[in-house]
């Protein structure tokens, strides 16, 4: 997994819990991101990072928060959570430029 | 138009088959193609990137067409451990990458 590690794998929440999912890298990557995916839908960009310090919103922002403080970690943050974030989670990296991503196994989350 | 297109499926085939997915991309300024592999409650993986002027990989050929949008992935001799979904990528001139919904590959024995 390109020594992206993420955790929880599983997660159930209540609506209006809040939580954070964790992403981790020993690779030095300085692109960091945060995708969903849903069936039939494609992966979508949460949001991203090009280093520490630094990020951006991607195509379904809301909802989430993030924060780069240092290259190696990238935490997602769902500040209360709805039945729509109900999906699959993928953090992923890449060296930069147009070099493709790799991603971490996932985080599966519930929200009831 | 979506900004990428792609046949569900499934398809499926019978070992030993050669099977062909494309997929089309509207947005012409894009500059780089991939294809991965998604393995059913897995992440995906990169499988090849997609070269103008075509490249191989073993059993797999990837295919660009630039003045059709499009680019397509070949599998020769399929295998049951082909069985996945596949999915293109499109990278934007921003570096953006736009994911296809996958097209599902059944290989039966």
């Known amino acids: 997994n390109a020594g992206v590690t993420q955790t929880p794998k599983f997660q159930v929440l209540k609506t209006g819990q809040s939580m954070t999912l964790q992403c981790a890298q020993d690779m030095n990557h300085e692109y960091m991101s945060w995708y969903r995916q849903d069936p039939g839908m494609g992966l979508r960009l949460i949001h991203y990072s090009v280093g520490a310090g630094i990020t951006d919103q991607g195509e379904v922002p809301n909802g989430y928060n993030v924060s780069r403080s240092t290259t190696e970690d990238f935490p997602l943050r769902l500040l209360s959570a709805a039945p729509s974030q109900t999906s699959v989670y993928f953090c992923?990296?890449?060296?930069?430029?147009?070099?493709?991503?790799?991603f971490g196994n996932g985080t599966r989350l519930t929200v009831t | 138009r979506k900004e990428v297109e792609q046949d569900p499926g499934p398809f499926n085939v019978p070992e030993g088959a050669t099977v062909a997915f494309n997929c089309t991309y509207s947005n012409s300024a894009s500059q780089s193609f991939f294809w991965y592999r998604q393995d059913c409650r897995k992440e995906p993986k990169l499988l090849m990137s997609?070269?103008?002027s075509g490249n191989e990989d073993g059993r797999f050929t990837a295919q660009l067409s630039r003045a059709s949008q499009y680019i397509s992935l070949l599998i020769r001799d399929s295998k049951l451990s082909d069985s996945a979904t596949y999915l293109c990528?499109?990278?934007?001139?921003?570096?953006?990458?736009?994911f296809g919904s996958g097209t599902r590959l059944l290989v039966r024995p």
């Open positions: 990528v499109f990278m934007d001139s921003s570096y953006k990458l736009i």
């Open positions: 992923a990296v890449r060296t930069g430029g147009s070099s493709p991503l790799h």
């Open positions: 997609v070269y103008s």
